[in-house]
């Protein structure tokens, strides 16, 4: 049968398009961070400057606060990401198991707390923390993420577990394990691409949040890093090249994290051949 | 091995009662089939023995010792799930060793006993496959290694074959025989398979709305259903019913006919009653009534007709090719000593 080349050429020009959409901007992000400072404004706006250079780069690493920054961020982001995603595993695994009477009420509340903008409980946290000293401190920014990621990431690991037959967990008894252990040697390993998942995003989401990294935090030792981002601002102008070299540089672990994960992620699309 | 005793077993959802009083004393070594109309509880009772499921009231002993709040894995009873129920993440050997592992029995009894159960079920060629690359019935026999490797006190089987195509469900049919007959397990196992049921049980257990309605061996309930229910379910085709009242010299159908029949005295007259006779004791025969042929169906082993009596259904099965078309008058006669007579209570009325 000959196939038409019409459709074919429409699809892959219609993910082009895409893949040119949603990369653009950080393309220019890497544009800017290379360009020299004098061709910034006098070149007008061209894909590519005439001229590259890596001088915001040494600038950034060497004399600004960016390597602290970098630090904390990765700091708050991977015990988040960590903390999130081991409770949502235990708590997602009981509202997928469990019938108990609270369920109703606790997952009712739980979508109450997504409803909230986070600017207003921003005054109410602050008040919280700061008679226990978790204001200004790594600790604080990683209990106030946990605390908002947790409901999400509940929802999430349910979705995972739900698609594991509940027999598996029933045989692993049988056999001999407690449902701890079956949860851990049966329906964990099983989990892996949901694990994987919630890692992601809860990183992802410690990763570049702002609100409350600037209002919990001032100074630059417990500063992360979208927040140090704001330093290149400065009252008369802002240093585009230094921000957008800092910038760059910020997104090399969260692509290194999906490239770590993705072969999980990837398991998830496909998980149907999982089922025994 | 062991004996299983399940004394006065109820369970309820909420308000919807599954059981309600369930009795049985298992012996050791025995094949106890448990079968029922789907939703009749079965696979709960199953779980409730296997320790899956809360008991409501009542008590199930195991060598008579009390097991209600015993955790599964200290039952030591085996399950085969209708779903098999394998760990993907593990390969075949590992999914029968499991068990083993964890009671951290040493290498060489896990080696020996996996070695044993694949023989045993043809299955050395498979043991470092993952189980998404074995089919259907290949898994099924994994299912069984994963049950047979721990010599376990008891085996329940969840329809364990129900995922099968005819011909292998046939072959595995005939294993699980053999391997009973070789490990002498006492083993509960439910099916909604007549031939299954037929073929393995040292005794069939009927069950039906939460209650057990008939225990005994597959010829005591073919030949002497206890009552309306029983009669009905077991047997393929079914048996066929006539309602009728009770007379003094035997039993009046509904369209006028008399069976002289000797029933026990006893019961008032014009009582309610209702006659069975299954379709392979209907005699084709030169004398008797006449019936219309509505259906034919042709099994290769018999033919079974669809028949209009007086405007009442019959089923016939007969084994003589005779050539019958729909439309075609037959003549059929009822032996006596065939009959089935249950009162209007439903039970049986001994002869
Ligand atoms: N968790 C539950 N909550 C409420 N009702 C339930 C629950 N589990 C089972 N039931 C009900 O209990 C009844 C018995 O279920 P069970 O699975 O034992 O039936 P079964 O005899 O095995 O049927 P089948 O032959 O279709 O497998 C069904 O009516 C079912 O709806
Ligand atoms: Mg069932």
Known sequence: ?276 | MASITIDNLAKSYGTYSVLQGVNLEIKDGEFIVLVGPSGCGKSTLLRMIAGLEEVTSGEIRIDASRVNERHPKDRDIAMVFQSYALYPHMSVARNMSYSMRLRKASKEKIEAAIAGAASKLGLEPYLERRPKALSGGQRQRVAMGRAIVRQPKAFLFDEPLSNLDARLREQMRAEIKKMHGDLKATSIYVTHDQIEAMTLADRIVAMHGGLVQQVGSPLELYDRPANLFVAGFIGSPGMNFFEGTRHSDGVRLADGTLLKVQLPPGADDEQGITVGIRPEHVELSAEGVGATVDLVEPTGFGIILHLSLNGVDLKVFTSDRAFLTPGQQVSVSFPTHHLHFFDAGGNRILR
């Open chain 1, 1 to 276: 049968m000959r196939r038409s080349i019409l459709p074919v050429f429409a699809h892959r020009l219609a993910i082009l398009c895409y893949i040119v959409f949603a990369l653009f901007p950080l393309f220019w992000l890497l544009k800017v961070s290379l360009t020299p400072n004098d061709l910034l404004y006098s070149e007008g706006v061209r894909m590519w400057p005439s001229r590259t250079t890596f001088e915001h780069y040494a600038f950034v690493l060497q004399h600004s606060a960016f390597p602290v920054f970098f630090k904390n961020s990765v700091i708050v982001s991977g015990s988040t990401a960590i903390a999130v995603t081991i409770i949502a595993s235990l708590s997602g695994y009981a509202l997928s198991r469990f019938t108990f009477r609270t369920k109703y009420w606790i997952v009712g509340l739980m979508l109450l707390t997504q409803m909230f903008p986070l600017v207003m409980l921003v005054a109410p946290i602050f008040k919280i923390l700061t008679p226990l000293g978790l204001t200004n401190s790594l600790t604080g920014l990683v209990v106030v993420y946990t605390a908002f990621n947790v409901p999400f990431a509940t929802f999430l690991m349910q979705s995972f577990f739900d698609g594991i037959p509940k027999d598996l967990e029933k045989a692993a008894m049988i056999d001999g394990a407690t449902r701890f252990i079956a949860f851990r040697q049966i329906i964990l390993p099983l989990t892996l691409p949901g694990i994987a998942a919630t890692l992601g995003f809860v990183f992802t989401a410690a990763w570049s949040e702002l609100l409350f990294a600037l209002m919990l935090i001032n100074g630059n030792n417990a500063a992360t890093f979208p927040v140090g981002l704001l330093t290149f601002v400065s009252k008369f102008s802002v240093d585009f090249g230094q921000m957008m070299a800092a910038g760059v540089m910020a997104l090399i672990p969260a692509a290194l994290f999906f490239l770590l994960i993705q072969r999980y992620l990837v398991q998830g699309l496909t998980a149907g051949a999982v089922k025994g």
